[in-house]
């Protein structure tokens, strides 16, 4: 019996074609990606067959939005039982976001989910598309996989564990602080000993309010008054903080310290992170750090930026209260933070 995936084309550059304006979205991009498939062979697998739908209102990822991850999850849910595997097409420049929220929306999922795209459209004569779609479609049809992955240029990663690391080179994709889940070169090489285990058991899929969650970097010189009015939102719930070095603040300055610590006091969730690409938070290695741990900021450990924001937003969007969004900041949920 052949396994069954489905293709979810949600827009990005590798359903673009050029413009005066510069790349703009196709219409009839299914009829490609059918006929691209057709001359790769993939309707002659005995054992993989697809479907593809296209939503209705395309985006560029840059313009993503919240209310887009509670459509593509429920998307996703409504043809769970339909489907062995799932092949998402979204745009490069929040890709990494959505693979992230997705993990937390499906956590106990039994199925793969894999995002894909490309850095040149597929209408183009040196496109990544191909390649890309190809390997996504053949990984989340015969490989049982439970995870929400990226795939990308021969790597396949951990959604949650992954970041755009390059604007323009074809190995866009990396996962800095966790293992490729699956090296693809001549053969595919599958970690099975790194996959999430599954349970089968996902809950109902969230909706956001696109004001609870901010983010914010600290830089030389960073004033209080800049994270005053970060801060000044009635609806803001959540403010994931970007330190240097092992999760170290400018503690210095006395007025950007008190407004942290007022805005914990209040119930504002703070969570730290570090600016590096590589490593993780180490709260109190340095005295700098070590003044957070005192006004109830959580160390975000070696989580990156997109993971910990949409984990946050996800926190918060299930009506916890604020000490049990801190604790489950600190808590791996589906693979997202070393232990």
Known sequence: ???????????GTIGMQPSEQGYVPMSGFNT???AELNSRGI????????????????IDSSNLVPDDWTRLGNRLKQNWNNYDGFVVLHGTDTMAYTASMLSFMLQGMDKPVVLTGSQIPMVELRSDASDNLTTALLLAGNYDIPEVCI???GRLLRGNRSS?????????????NFPWLANVGINIELQQNLLLKQSGRMGDIPVFNPDSVSTLQTY??????VLEAVLDHSSLKG????????????DANPAFIDCLQHASERGVTILNITQCPHGSVNQGAYATGATLNKIGVVSGGDMTLEAAFTKMHYL????????????ELCTPLCGELSR
């Open 316 to 327: 918060i969007s299930q009506s916890r209260s604020a000490e049990e969004i801190r604790t």
């Open 32 to 34: 490609l990606v059918a």
């Open 164 to 176: 755009k690391v390059k604007s323009s080179g074809f190995d866009a994709f990396d996962s800095p």
């Open 220 to 225: 030389p010189g960073i004033s209080a008054r």
């Open 151 to 153: 795939y990308f240029n």
């Open 43 to 58: 309707n002659d697998l005995p054992d993989v067959e697809f479907d593809m739908i296209e939503c209705r209102q395309l």
């Open 239 to 250: 403010l994931v903080l970007q330190t240097y070095g092992a999760g170290n603040p400018p």
């Open 1 to 11: 019996m052949k396994r069954r995936v489905l293709i979810i084309y949600t827009g």
